[in-house]
């Protein structure tokens, strides 16, 4: 494509991305509203209270390998029973991921809880079919159970979800306020939620789809999370995935602070998930939160999971400043940091109240593709300043970078991953460029002509497991997963001190991060072996491992490892 031709068609697809009011266009679609109450019922009217089950599919039981190496928290199935506890005769959860459970060990603590409903949940699109699996299951021990089941999965693809025959309903976006009252409808105390939800109509037969819930207002008003109902020791105490992000100590917790994102990058659920609205919780709130944790089960540090965390930058100090004030220092990390929100007087507060390690998304290394395609307010020299000062302070700095974006040249590639190398960072994370449903990129790459496979929930494993899934003239989908493994390992792995404190922070030995980088190398050769490559692709691929290691070996001292040992699934990230 002419670089002419490229600005038309991205400036079309970013003229479509702000509405009138200036939300982003995902957004403006949910029709989005902001809700003060939970609808008022009274417990002590209702005479036969419900036993609600929340379930945690067992991943492994997709026929797929569906690369399930993380550890999930059911944090939100927690919150969510926090919320009917009054309303329920008894209450249950069950992690049938966690505890690797069989489909006869879930029938049998199911008939032995007899439920009324079971609440599923699914967070990724990737693990959708574990949803439907069980809830066949479930309907096969007893029609009568309700069947519902929540998650970005659930929300993302409702209209799809609910063509399963085993699941009643669907909940789209939050459901704290949604799940309370539909428990209350089913006990016939009030209505069913006007918002949020989507179901078979019995009487009619056709699918009625309430659209998106409004968003909490006052996150204040949430209960702690019921952890009493899991063993959350068992959780908090251990990290299944060697990488850089793990907690600096243990047990940890996850929390989150605060809602929503206003920004407008457009490969980005989050708009169209937890919305454009920022809800942020009061600092005293939180530190309430971490001074249970830590007084109920000795928590020792924490990952803040916030969507965007600083977007308030007077909040953010304030909460800073009082965890310090409460004592709660404590070694915190936070997974996506938004660099254009650090200032010196910020980062010093994060590093007084604990912050041993932050992930800052960089995205791109050229103007063109951070202005006309990703729309994120990022100035690259604030965010080398920012960096410096932050690693200057301690912390361990890893930041994120997305290559393949449609449209994006070759050369615009080759520069994000020099920006990469030379914006000295403790770890650089490298991603494929991946359309989600309700972004704006994934109309771009749409209207391109970019994509090379269904990218949807229906390919899910696929997407997260290939590589890249975007072409263009200049490159192939095959060319950037070879490209980014081996980029990964020259920019993390040639200079020798670099390895040894990625090794430390991982808290693995250099032999055993060695044994990673061989896995994750030959991860990206089996993927596009498996995809029936073209040759001249598998020769670009040769060159590009050639140059990479080349350049190693010219820089510093070379610790590449062999590329061409076949292993098992690596985590590249
Ligand atoms: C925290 C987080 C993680 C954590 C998970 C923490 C945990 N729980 O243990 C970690 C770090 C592990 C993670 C990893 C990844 N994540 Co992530 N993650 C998020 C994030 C930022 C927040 C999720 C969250 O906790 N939200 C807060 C709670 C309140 O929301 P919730 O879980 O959706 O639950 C609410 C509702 O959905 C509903 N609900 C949920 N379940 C149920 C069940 C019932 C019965 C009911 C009634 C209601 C209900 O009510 C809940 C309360 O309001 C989301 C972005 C987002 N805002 O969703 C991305 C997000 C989910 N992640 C995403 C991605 C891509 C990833 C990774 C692939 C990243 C990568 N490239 O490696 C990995 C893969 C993980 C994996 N294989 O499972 C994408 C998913 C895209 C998709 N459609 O599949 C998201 C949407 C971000 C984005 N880029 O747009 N992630
Ligand atoms: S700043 Fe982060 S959370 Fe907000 S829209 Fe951009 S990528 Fe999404």
């Known amino acids: 494509m002419t670089d002419q031709k490229i600005t038309k068609v991205t400036k079309e697809i970013i003229n479509k991305v702000i509405d009138k009011k200036g939300r982003r266009k995902y957004f403006a679609k949910l029709n989005p509203k902001l809700q003060e109450n939970a609808v008022f019922i009274d417990p002590n009217l209702i005479k036969k209270k419900s036993r609600v089950l929340f379930l945690m599919p067992n ?6 390998d569906v690369n399930a190496l993380w550890d999930l928290f059911p944090w ?22 966690k505890e690797n459970l069989s489909k006869e060990d879930v029938t049998r603590l199911i008939e032995e809880f007899n439920p009324d409903i079971i609440g599923l949940t699914v967070l990724m699109d990737q693990y959708h079919k574990a949803a439907h699996i069980t809830t066949k299951l479930i309907k096969s021990i007893s029609k009568d159970i309700i069947t519902i089941l929540g998650g970005v999965y659930a929300t993302s693809n409702s209209d799809y979800a609910i063509e399963d025959e085993a699941l009643d309903y669907v909940i789209l976006g939050e459901g704290e306020f949604t799940f309370r009252q539909f428990v209350g409808y089913t006990l016939g105390a009030c209505e069913l939620p006007e918002r949020g939800i989507c179901f078979k109509n019995k009487e009619t037969g056709k699918i009625e789809n309430k659209g998106h819930s409004a968003f909490i207002k006052n996150l204040d008003l949430l209960p702690k999370p019921a952890y009493h109902l899991i063993d959350f020791l068992s959780y908090s105490n251990q990290w299944m995935r060697k990488s850089v992000d793990q907690p600096g100590g243990f047990p940890y917790a996850r929390i989150i ?3 929503g994102c206003p920004e407008k990058c457009s490969f980005c659920q989050v708009p169209s998930l937890q919305g454009s609205y920022f809800r942020a919780r009061t600092p005293d709130h939180v530190c309430d939160e971490i001074e249970w944790l830590k007084n109920t089960y000795g928590v020792k540090s924490i990952i803040f999971d916030d969507d965007n965390m600083f977007t308030n930058e007077k909040r953010s100090k304030l909460l800073l400043k009082r965890m310090i004030e409460r004592g709660l220092n404590m070694p915190w990390t936070s997974l996506a940091t938004a660099v254009f929100r650090l200032d010196e007087e910020l980062i010093d507060l994060m590093v007084e109240s604990g912050c041993d390690y932050i992930d800052v998304a960089i995205e791109s290394g050229t103007n063109r593709v951070k202005e006309e395609i990703i729309l994120k307010p990022l100035d690259f020299d604030h965010a080398k300043k920012m960096i410096k000062y932050a690693r200057k302070k301690g912390i361990y700095v890893a930041a994120n970078f997305i290559i393949g974006f449609p449209t994006e040249t070759w050369d615009e590639i080759l520069q994000t991953l020099k920006l990469a190398d030379e914006i000295d960072v403790d770890y650089a994370k490298i991603f494929n460029a991946i359309p989600l449903r309700n972004t704006e990129m994934y109309d771009l790459a749409q209207m391109t002509n970019s994509i090379i496979m269904d990218t949807t929930h229906k390919n899910a494993k696929s997407v997260w497991t290939v590589g890249g899934v975007i ?30 404190k990625t090794a430390d922070r991982m808290q693995i030995s250099v032999e055993e991060l060695n044994k990673i980088r061989k896995k994750t190398l030959n991860n990206a ?37 062999s590329p061409l040992l076949v292993g098992p699934q690596g985590a590249a990230n």
């Open 59 to 64: 991943f492994n039981w997709i026929d797929e």
């Open 76 to 97: 939100n199935l927690c919150q969510l029973a926090s919320m009917v506890e009054d309303i329920c005769e008894d209450i249950k959860i069950i992690d049938a991921y």
């Open 257 to 259: 602070t605060s809602r």
């Open 471 to 500: 072409k263009s003239d200049e490159w192939t989908a095959d060319d950037l997963t070879i490209l980014r493994a081996y980029e990964w390992d020259r920019i993390n792995f040639t200079d020798k001190n670099k390895l040894k």
């Open 525 to 561: 050769i089996k993927a596009i072996t498996n995809r029936n490559t073209s040759s001249a692709s598998v020769k670009k691929a040769a060159d590009i491992m050639k140059v990479s290691s080349e350049k190693s070996s010219n820089e510093k001292s070379s610790n590449s490892p």
